[in-house]
């Protein structure tokens, strides 16, 4: 799960990391309040929020002065211009592809005096099982750009769990970014308290970028961007109240609430598959078959027959599903109760579509039957391999 920036720093600052002084506004007189809160007669930087990266250099459409997401204010007139300007406008960077993002929200926030920029990020890293401190002098550009161009500008440390952040770490980020004194010592401070941060929020990375020294001496978080593992939400329910599903596929936030893992990827075949291995294996031979899958869905092993209703519709609300293979090895879940809830939710659509349905397992009698004496075209496959052929010959057959 993704916050905006203003929520990142919002838990930063309760971890001990400074960062600017700022509020979030969803309408334009909100946004010039919050100047006015923050006070001095500026510059304020008005931020659009959105959950997607590069908004400086965006361009919002129709804006004939191919201006950004992030604006100086030099007055309280600029403010309220600024926000007019963006809110209820569609950001396009490039991460957002070229539909771009609606913006709903703002962040006013104080201006910086930047001396440097730098970039910091721990992530969990799950090559090594290990934190990955990330840190360069390279801040306020993408990582991976800094990557391909300048590989030796990236420091990297691994942090062992057994021993936790440690003062050794802290030095060695402090040295690799040109930090010395009381800026040193300032930095030091900052990366302990974000990697505290990262462990205690069960956050799967917290990445700064640009973390900058001021003309004064201070090193400040002028940006931040925190993920969480949707896995251990349930030990953080104050986190689930930051969710914006106004960010989200609304296709893959109705998944999530009724416990499903789905993707919607580009091709033509539907796939309800139980098991994220499966899953991968059903996509892969669906590929070597010569078409695409639509989608990424994992039922789970328990799932009832609702949820197997509402994966099946969930599928089915995607226009480019030409044909739909459902590949079920019935474990934990038996198939019988696969198959009802694949004929329930067939009776349900309007079924215009292929359907393919390879059941092994428990009660795979018993489910093959269900489908049988449905009434449904359902076609019933024996293996992984000729379930593919079968959904991929229907949808070639009904394209011709």
């Given at each position: 799960m993704n916050v905006h920036e203003y929520q990142a720093k919002e838990l930063l600052r309760g971890f001990g990391v400074p960062v600017p002084r700022g509020a979030p506004a969803f309408g334009v007189d909100e946004a010039v309040a919050a100047a006015e809160a923050i006070g001095g007669e500026g510059p304020w930087v008005v931020k659009a929020q959105i959950h997607a990266g590069g908004r400086g250099a965006g361009r919002f459409e129709g804006d004939p002065e191919g201006r950004g997401g992030v604006r100086l204010a030099g007055s309280l007139d600029e403010v309220r211009a600024h926000a007019g300007a963006m809110l209820g406008g569609v950001l396009v960077t490039k991460q957002t592809g070229a539909g771009g993002r609606a913006v709903r929200r703002l962040y006013v926030e104080e201006g910086c005096d930047i001396a440097r920029e730098h970039y910091l990020a721990m992530l969990v890293d799950r090559g090594t099982g290990r934190v990955m401190a990330m840190a360069s002098t390279e801040g306020g550009m993408d990582i991976e750009q800094v990557a391909e161009e300048s590989p030796e500008k990236i420091l990297t440390l691994a942090i062992d769990p057994a021993t936790?952040?440690?003062?050794?770490?802290?030095?060695?980020?402090?040295?690799?970014?040109?930090?010395?004194?009381?800026?040193?010592?300032?930095?030091?401070?900052?990366?302990?308290?974000?990697?505290?941060?990262?462990?205690?929020?069960?956050?799967?990375?917290?990445?700064?970028?640009?973390?900058?020294?001021?003309?004064?001496?201070?090193?400040?978080?002028?940006?931040?961007?925190?993920?969480?593992?949707?896995?251990?939400?349930?030990?953080?329910?104050?986190?689930?109240?930051?969710?914006?599903?106004?960010?989200?596929?609304?296709?893959?936030?109705?998944?999530?609430?009724?416990?499903?893992?789905?993707?919607?990827?580009?091709?033509?075949?539907?796939?309800?598959?139980?098991?994220?291995?499966?899953?991968?294996?059903?996509?892969?031979?669906?590929?070597?078959?010569?078409?695409?899958?639509?989608?990424?869905?994992?039922?789970?092993?328990?799932?009832?027959?609702?949820?197997?209703?509402?994966?099946?519709?969930?599928?089915?609300?995607?226009?480019?599903?030409?044909?739909?293979?459902?590949?079920?090895?019935?474990?934990?879940?038996?198939?019988?109760?696969?198959?009802?809830?694949?004929?329930?939710?067939?009776?349900?659509?309007?079924?215009?579509?292929?359907?393919?349905?390879?059941?092994?397992?428990?009660?795979?009698?018993?489910?093959?039957?269900?489908?049988?004496?449905?009434?449904?075209?359902?076609?019933?496959?024996?293996?992984?391999?000729?379930?593919?052929?079968?959904?991929?010959?229907?949808?070639?057959?009904?394209?011709?």
């Open positions: 936790g952040f440690r003062p050794f770490h802290a030095r060695r980020l402090a040295f690799g970014l040109g930090l010395a004194g009381d800026a040193a010592r300032a930095g030091a401070e900052l990366f302990s308290n974000l990697y505290r941060a990262l462990v205690e929020l069960d956050a799967s990375i917290v990445e700064v970028n640009p973390l900058v020294l001021t003309g004064g001496g201070a090193v400040v978080a002028l940006d931040a961007k925190v993920s969480f593992d949707d896995n251990a939400l349930y030990r953080h329910p104050e986190l689930g109240e930051l969710r914006d599903e106004d960010e989200e596929d609304p296709t893959e936030v109705e998944a999530s609430r009724h416990e499903l893992s789905y993707v919607a990827l580009d091709g033509e075949i539907g796939c309800m598959v139980n098991g994220a291995g499966l899953a991968m294996a059903t996509m892969d031979i669906i590929k070597l078959h010569g078409s695409e899958p639509a989608n990424f869905l994992d039922v789970g092993g328990n799932a009832t027959r609702e949820r197997v209703t509402a994966a099946f519709k969930i599928i089915l609300s995607d226009p480019n599903v030409k044909g739909i293979l459902v590949n079920i090895f019935g474990g934990i879940m038996r198939c019988d109760i696969v198959a009802e809830g694949v004929v329930a939710a067939a009776r349900e659509v309007d079924l215009a579509v292929p359907l393919v349905v390879r059941l092994e397992g428990t009660n795979v009698e018993k489910g093959k039957s269900i489908l049988a004496e449905s009434g449904l075209p359902i076609l019933s496959a024996d293996g992984l391999e000729d379930a593919a052929r079968k959904v991929v010959e229907a949808v070639r057959g009904g394209a011709g």
